[in-house]
T-cell receptor
Framework: DAGVIQSPRHEVTEMGQEVTLRCKPI?????LFWYRQTMMRGLELLIYFNNNVPIDDSGMPEDRFSAKMPNASFSTLKIQPSEPRDSAVYFCASSPPGQRAEAFFGQGTRLTVV | GNSVTQMEGPVTLSEEAFLTINCTYT??????LFWYVQYPGEGLQLLLK?????DKGSNKGFEATYRKETTSFHLEKGSVQVSDSAVYFC?????????????FGTGTQLKVEL
C-alpha cells in the first residue's frame, strides 16, 4: 500500500480564497483524522471520522473550516475564506479497526496564506 | 480528559550519548501508548508502541516501557546517532464512546551533534 496520500504537498494562496486539502487513507482503515501543526500550538486534532461519519469536530477552529468524507477512500478539508493565521502544515492520518491500533500519517500539506 | 506531558526541548546531545525523553500521561482505564518521530519536512511515523502495563516497545534501538504505577512511557536509546535528530511525540489512544482518539504531547526536538 502506498500509505496515506495527501495533496497538494504545498499550497500558497491569497487571503480570502477558498482552499481545499485532499486525503486518501490507507485501504481498509476505518478511522480518518485531520491534524494541524504550527510552531505556536503544536499538533492539534481538528476532526476525525469513523466509517465516513464525523465523530468529533470540536477541534475545528471556526465555521470557515469544514471537512467531508464522501466515501471510504477520500476526504477533504476546506477553508473558506482563508486567512493568514491558517498558515500551517495540515496532516491527514488513518488507522485500522481495533481500539489499540496506531495512526498512519500522510506527508502533510504546507499551507501558506498571504 | 486524556492528556500527555513530555519534556520540553530542544535536547542537544553528542553522538553516542544516552537519550531519555520523559513522557507522562493522564487517562482513565488502560490506554495504548505510542512514540512517533517526525523528521524535517515529513509526516509523523510510528516509532514504537505498548498496549498494556509493563509492555516494552522497541524499534531501531529505542525503547519505552509502559509504567502504569507512574503513568509514564519514557523513551530511551543507549547510543544516539546524528540521523536520530528529529522531533519525538508521545501519544496515547483510548477507545471512547466516540471512537479511537489519539492524544499527542507537544513534541520534543532532539539534536544530535558530532
Amino acid at each position: 500500500d502506498a500509505g496515506v496520500i495527501q495533496s497538494p504537498r504545498h499550497e500558497v494562496t491569497e487571503m480570502g480564497q477558498e482552499v481545499t486539502l485532499r486525503c486518501k487513507p490507507i485501504s481498509g482503515h476505518d478511522y480518518l483524522f485531520w491534524y494541524r501543526q504550527t510552531m505556536m500550538r503544536g499538533l492539534e486534532l481538528l476532526i476525525y471520522f469513523n466509517n465516513n461519519v464525523p465523530i468529533d469536530d470540536s477541534g475545528m477552529p471556526e465555521d470557515r473550516f469544514s471537512a467531508k468524507m464522501p466515501n471510504a477512500s477520500f476526504s477533504t478539508l476546506k477553508i473558506q475564506p482563508s486567512e493568514p493565521r491558517d498558515s500551517a502544515v495540515y496532516f491527514c492520518a488513518s488507522s485500522p479497526p481495533g481500539q489499540r491500533a496506531e495512526a498512519f500519517f500522510g506527508q502533510g500539506t504546507r499551507l501558506t496564506v498571504v | 480528559g486524556n492528556s500527555v506531558t513530555q519534556m520540553e526541548g530542544p535536547v542537544t546531545l553528542s553522538e553516542e550519548a544516552f537519550l531519555t525523553i520523559n513522557c507522562t500521561y493522564t487517562a482513565t482505564g488502560y490506554p495504548s501508548l505510542f512514540w512517533y518521530v517526525q523528521y524535517p519536512g515529513e509526516g509523523l511515523q510510528l516509532l514504537l508502541k505498548a498496549t498494556k502495563a509493563d509492555d516494552k516497545g522497541s524499534n531501531k534501538g529505542f525503547e519505552a516501557t509502559y509504567r502504569k504505577e507512574t503513568t509514564s512511557f519514557h523513551l530511551e536509546k543507549g547510543s544516539v546517532q546524528v540521523s536520530d535528530s528529529a522531533v519525538y511525540f508521545c501519544a496515547l489512544s483510548r477507545l471512547t464512546g466516540g471512537g479511537n482518539k489519539l492524544t499527542f504531547g507537544t513534541g520534543t526536538q532532539l539534536k544530535v551533534e558530532l
